[in-house]
Structure formats: structure tokens, C-alpha cells
Nanobody
Framework: QVQLVESGGGLVQAGGSLRLSCAASGRTFSTYAMGWFRQAPGKEREFVAAISRSGGTIYYADSVKGRFTISRDNAKNTVYLQMNSLKPEDTGVYYC?????????????????WGQGTQVTVSS
């Protein structure tokens, strides 16, 4: 069992930047792949980015590639999502997820652990 807590969300104008953080409890963080997902009102949760246990393998949704960067610091039990050149369509609740994954990093159903989410709003 692990607990994940997201932070760093807020309101920004289009073209701006935010950095989200996800802090994990427990001593098993480094054994988990980590992902970021987002959900707009009335829509299903969608994949944003994921990173492997050591940070050597990274995946991005096509919609954020070139604008977002995922990273992790296992010594701090924290994963980050740097979001640049934000667009109104990036608006939603961003969730941190974790699990002992070796494949299927982009599928939300493969992650057993989830944070509570942090709101990101991008105004036009």
C-alpha cells in the first residue's frame, strides 16, 4: 500500500507553465512505474505521461509531446510533470498513478494506486 498526493495545480493563462508534483509514501516508490492522467468534466480519464522505475523509459500522449516533461526523484519519493506552452484543452484534474508495471504504461486500468488529483485550469 502506498499513498500519492499531487500538488502544484492552479490557474494559468494560455502559453504559461506549471509544474506538478506527486509525493509518495512508503519505501517501495522506486519499484513502481509512475504515470500522470487527466480528466475533464464529463469525460473519461486520459493518459498524459509515464515513467519507468529507474526513469530510463518515458511515454507521452501525442497531445502533450514536446510541451510536457515527466521526471522522478526516487530519493525524494516524488514524480514531477513540467507543463509548458499550456493550452485551454489541457484543463482538467491531473492525477498521479503508480504500480509495478512492465508494460501497458498508458492504460489507466493497469495502475492500482492513485492520488486525489490537482486542478489545472488554463484560460484563453
Amino acid at each position: 500500500q502506498v499513498q500519492l498526493v499531487e500538488s502544484g495545480g492552479g490557474l494559468v493563462q494560455a502559453g504559461g507553465s506549471l509544474r506538478l508534483s506527486c509525493a509518495a509514501s512508503g519505501r517501495t516508490f522506486s519499484t513502481y512505474a509512475m504515470g500522470w492522467f487527466r480528466q475533464a468534466p464529463g469525460k473519461e480519464r486520459e493518459f498524459v505521461a509515464a515513467i519507468s522505475r529507474s526513469g530510463g523509459t518515458i511515454y507521452y500522449a501525442d497531445s502533450v509531446k514536446g510541451r510536457f516533461t515527466i521526471s522522478r526523484d526516487n530519493a525524494k519519493n516524488t514524480v514531477y510533470l513540467q507543463m509548458n506552452s499550456l493550452k485551454p484543452e489541457d484543463t482538467g484534474v491531473y492525477y498521479c498513478a503508480g504500480g509495478s508495471l512492465y508494460s501497458g504504461y498508458t492504460k489507466k486500468g493497469n495502475y492500482p494506486y492513485w492520488g486525489q488529483g490537482t486542478q489545472v485550469t488554463v484560460s484563453s
